[in-house]
């Protein structure tokens, strides 16, 4: 089944200890990108990557980072998580030009 | 940059039609799209259409694109509580441009 997978779904930590939310897809897409979700903001997007090892920065990439070292994967990485950073997050990917196929959300409470 | 607007609540009852209306501001648009959001859920493609056509439909659902004006609505007809939930607008401009999503318009449906 092609899909987009995040893991995790939830989770709870604390100010400043180091976090990854991983996304993978198995549709072989270029396409990889970062949202987050907020009340009132939307879907506001963090990093985007067009290929492996080609990746940019979206409207809100303060504080985060990411990869792609293969193609599938897409990781996002919080080195040090602040409690603005509470939020919903969706990984999404697509073939270049097409349209994005969304996960199903990691949900991140940052104490 | 790019900009895409939308209100942001609806409320129907069940049986009428609702519809959802978005403006954006780039005229280099190539694709539409909605996406839908259920409670919990992460975000579902539920249309799209491209920036040359005026109408698409697809069983109940009729997107109406008005590229002078730069209006995009979607038609959900026979409304049903399932349809409930936030309805995504996105643009995507020439070449590989990422998606800009409006805020999302909440969708309440009255039984």
């Known amino acids: 089944e092609a899909q987009v997978t995040q893991n995790p779904r939830y989770l709870i930590t604390v100010t400043g200890k180091k976090l990854t939310v991983t996304c993978s897809q198995n549709m072989n897409h270029e396409y990889m990108s970062w949202y987050r979700q907020d009340p009132g903001l939307g879907l506001r997007q963090i990093y985007y990557?067009?290929?492996?090892?080609?990746?940019d920065k979206g409207d809100v990439p303060e504080g985060y980072k990411v990869s792609r070292k293969e193609k599938r994967n897409f990781p996002l990485i919080l080195e040090s998580p602040s409690p603005n950073q509470t939020s919903l997050y969706f990984c999404?990917?697509?073939?270049?030009?097409?349209?994005?196929?969304f996960g199903p959300g990691t949900r991140l409470t940052v104490l | 940059g790019e900009d895409v607007e939308q209100s942001l609540f609806l409320s129907v009852r069940e049986g009428d039609s609702s519809v959802i209306n978005c403006t954006y501001t780039?005229?280099?648009?190539?694709?539409l799209y909605w996406y839908k959001q259920e409670p919990g859920a992460g975000l579902q493609l539920l249309t799209y259409?491209?920036?040359?056509?005026d109408m698409k439909q697809d069983q109940r659902l009729t997107v109406l694109l008005n590229k002078k004006d730069k209006h995009l609505s979607l038609r959900i007809a026979d409304t049903q509580t399932g349809d409930s939930a936030i309805y995504f607008c996105a643009e995507r401009g020439s070449g590989n441009t990422p998606l800009v999503f409006g805020k999302g318009t909440r969708l309440s449906v009255i039984a």
């Open positions: 990557s067009m290929n492996v090892e080609v990746t």
């Open positions: 999404a990917s697509s073939s270049l030009g097409d349209t994005q196929y």
């Open positions: 259409i491209f920036s040359n056509m």
């Open positions: 780039d005229s280099s648009s190539t694709y």
